[in-house]
Structures are given as C-alpha cells and as structure tokens.
C-alpha cells in the first residue's frame, strides 16, 4: 500500500487509480512468470533476473510505472561509488541489492533493446509485459491530461458565467434607469454596449 494515496473524486480518478492496481497486478504477474521459467526443470541452465518493475506513487494524482535493475553492494571500492550514486546517504550492506531505474528515453514505451541484457528465455516474457505497461503509461497520461483539460474548462465555465451574470446585471441596472426617464435618453445603455 503506498504512503500516498490517489485521489478518487471523479470518474477520471477512479479509472486512474484502476490503471495503478493493473500496473501494480502486472509487477507481480511478471515475477511469477520469470520465477516460473527460473524454477522449470525443462531451463537447461541456471537462469536468474535482474529487472524489475517499479510502480510509485509520487502525489495524489501521480503515479510511475518504470523498469529498474537490481545492482549488488559489495564491500569493493567500486561498488561503494556505485550504491553512492544511487542513494545518497543510504548505508546498504554487503550482499543486499539496491535498484537504480532505467532509462525510458522518448515515448510510453521501453525500447526493447533494454531488455538484451536478459536471458533469451525471459527476455520474452519482460517485453510482453512492457508491453502492457505501456499501453497503462499511454492511458494514464491521457487520463491526467483530461482530467486537467476538464478542471480548466469548468474554471473558464465559471469564470463566463460570473462575467456575463455580471454584464446583464449592469444591463438591467442601466435599463431601469434609462426607463425611469421615460426612454429619453438611450445613451447609458449605448455607453454600456460599447465597452464590451
């Protein structure tokens, strides 16, 4: 469970927070996949994984789904500079891994070159479900774009309203006025058109 939780206030988020519980069910089905084709006695060598699905939560109308590689601490030089330039200030001790995410670069979509340092017999199976994370990354950004489009049409919507409730008050008011003299005098109400 995230430390943030999404919003679920309209109709859009709740198709957001829909597409994060997919990418999240997504994250665990790859990793009983590849544990699956790791664990078969019909794998003629050992085989091990390396990446791994990412999904946060960065506020609550913003979440990330992104492929991150597990790197090794060890107690070398080397992979003391490497662990420090991941996390800064985290201590991490030998023979735990730490993740640093991968580049994306361009698009809802890894390339699938990012995936050649896999095993050819999971390499597959990640590119299927990048895949399907792509299609949710696509989604989403679409979501929060129409959700932000939709809040600043209802802020214009109501920002007319007032302008024009506003403007036909004064155009009644000047009426009034122009009729308490008996229509002699149409200028107010000309004065008042012009302006717009």
């Known amino acids: 469970m995230p430390k943030i939780q999404l919003l679920s206030e309209t109709a859009l988020d709740q198709l957001h927070k829909q597409m994060y519980d997919a ?12 544990s699956a084709v790791i664990q078969s006695p019909l794998t003629e060598r050992k085989l091990y994984t390396h990446f791994l699905i990412s999904v946060r939560v960065h506020s609550p109308g913003s979440w990330t789904v992104s492929w991150c590689k597990k790197v090794p601490v060890m107690d070398t ?16 001790s030998s023979g735990r ?3 640093r995410e991968l580049p994306k ?20 199976i990640a590119i299927f479900y990048e895949g399907l994370l792509a299609k949710l990354r696509r989604a989403a950004k679409d979501n929060r ?23 036909v008050e004064q155009c009644r ?15 107010p109400l000309t004065d008042l058109v012009s302006r717009s």
């Open 23 to 34: 990418s999240m069910l997504i994250s665990r089905t790859y990793l009983e996949s590849v």
């Open 77 to 92: 030089p080397q992979s003391k500079r490497v662990v420090a330039g991941l996390r800064k200030n985290a201590r991490a």
């Open 97 to 99: 891994y730490i993740t």
């Open 105 to 124: 670069g361009k698009g809802d979509r890894y390339p699938n070159s990012t995936f050649n340092a896999l095993p050819v017999e999971v390499r597959a």
């Open 145 to 167: 774009a129409m959700k932000k489009a939709e809040f600043y049409c209802l802020e214009r919507g109501a920002k007319a309203l007032a302008e024009c409730a506003s403007a």
């Open 173 to 187: 008011q000047v009426l009034a006025d122009v009729e308490a003299q008996g229509l002699r005098d149409l200028k």
